[in-house]
């Protein structure tokens, strides 16, 4: 359990976790498995069977075609499809300032020697669009948006068979080239390795349930994937100042989307702290989701009392929340001293359902302490920045030496010709230009 390996100094808990986020999952790896192996073998035959035993769905075709994905964005509720347009176009617009800010680039640090890099799409990408117990329309939007601003090529979405019709809706509206109703562990393995039907992808984005971050993860080599998210996680830094009703009221709205999302509060007032678990247990009487809400409280909610601000912080760090709302006196002071998370929410008017929906930031996450090392899904998730380098005779002049004499000293004489060739060094003994390193 992560709070097992914190520091432990200034640290009182109030509420401690309950499971372990990573053992709950240790067991899927052999099931999943057995599903890419299959898939990799037989192909649609495979995905056919299992969309039959998990899905109760026994289609004859998996693709959605183009008089269904009419059909659906037809059917989409006007307000439903106002605000998903809302959402996309949010989503859109920041991942071309994102986009904006990388540029191809072109150096001369030497006479002759000529370094850059260029900005490349992906070609090809996969979509996996979650079905879960909710129809999230923010989903699709998430990692269908970011791959046409980067220019990919063609984009491929997957969503499980019983997905509701406007989940198809938001995916057409979204920009995705082709969609396929497969859902779970089968769906990242037609799109990792192709089957019949389903055209291999060179990378995997979107969020899924445990055996679709285990597939991906099992899958990763063969194909690039985003990262490996979920469940999902709230937690909230707070000072005297935090209202507990408010961050009671944001932690179990991250709650209800799966019982083993983490919450937490950390926080330097026990008065906050006592009154924020109060306040959980007194909302989840009335909460409509709190069958699901409740057991991720009971079993992955935590409420820490920090001896002072820096505790505070380093706790927070060491948690490395998915999502991480910030409430104290001057949050943007404290923001600034935090280093560790997914996404960032500075003040109390920055709730994690905005982001979650439709303001412009990607609600794709790492989660489990991976914000220690990495960032969330953006549009430079479906780029890639390759360097390249071309030399005139001035360039060789400066480089080739130094590389004929490292070559030699480490004994990779193949090198030392490779280096030497172009200058015709190779020709004036074995080992040119050592004797003066």
């Not at 069977?49 to 009419?70: I, K, M, N």
């Not at 489990?368 to 001035?394: E, I, M, N, P």
């Not at 030392?416 to 060739?421: E, S």
Request: charged share 20%; proline share 5%; with cysteine.
């Amino acid at each position: 359990m992560l709070a097992d390996a914190a520091p432990q100094a200034g640290l009182t808990f109030i509420k401690a976790v309950r499971r372990d986020s990573f053992g709950d999952n240790d067991a899927l790896g052999a099931t999943v498995k057995g599903v890419l192996d299959n898939v990799r073998a037989r192909g649609d035959a495979a995905v056919r069977e299992y969309a039959l035993a998990f899905d109760r769905s026994d289609l004859e075709a998996f693709e959605v075609t183009a008089a269904e994905r009419a059909d659906t964005v037809a059917r989409l509720d006007p307000a439903a499809r106002a605000d998903s347009e809302f959402a996309i176009a949010r989503v859109r617009d920041f991942a071309a300032a994102q986009l904006g800010t990388l540029l191809p680039l072109e150096v001369e640090p030497l006479p002759g020697l000529h370094l850059g890099h260029r900005i490349i799409p992906i070609r090809r990408v996969g979509a996996y669009v979650p079905g879960g117990r909710y129809p999230l329309l923010s989903a699709p939007i998430m990692t269908i948006v970011p791959a046409r601003v980067a220019g990919c090529d063609e984009v491929i979405a997957c969503l499980p068979p019983g997905a509701h019709p406007d989940m198809i809706a938001v995916c057409s509206l979204s920009g995705a080239d082709r969609i396929f109703r497969i859902g779970g562990a089968q769906a990242i393995a037609a799109m990792a390795f192709g089957t019949e039907t389903v055209p291999a992808v060179d990378k995997i984005f979107g969020p899924g349930n445990a055996y679709v971050n285990e597939a991906k993860r099992q899958v990763f080599g063969k194909v690039g994937i985003d990262q490996l998210a979920g469940p999902s996680e709230i937690y909230v830094v707070a000072d005297e100042t935090g209202d507990a009703g408010m961050i009671a009221t944001d932690l179990l709205a991250q709650a209800e989307h799966d019982v083993m999302t983490r919450v937490g509060l950390i926080t330097t007032s026990r008065s906050l702290a006592e009154a924020t678990v109060a306040e959980v247990e007194r909302q989840l009487e009335d909460l409509s989701t709190a069958d699901v809400a409740g057991r991720a409280w009971r079993d992955y909610g935590e409420v820490v009392l920090c001896a002072d601000e820096a505790a505070m912080i380093a706790y927070s760090d060491h948690i490395a929340a998915e999502h991480l709302q910030v409430h104290t006196a001057d949050p943007q002071a404290t923001a600034a001293r935090l280093r560790n998370y997914g996404s960032l929410f500075i003040g109390p008017l920055a709730s994690v359902v905005y982001s979650d929906k439709c303001c412009g930031t990607n609600h794709t996450l790492p989660t489990l302490g991976a914000g220690r090392y990495t960032g969330g899904l953006w549009v430079g998730s479906y780029l890639k920045v390759c360097t390249h380098q071309w030399l005139d005779a001035r360039g060789v002049a400066a480089v080739a030496p130094p590389a004929v004499r490292q070559s030699a000293r480490e004994g990779l004489e193949g090198h030392r010709r490779a280096a030497a060739l172009r200058t015709g060094l190779n020709r004036a003994g074995p080992f040119p230009g050592l004797e003066h390193a």
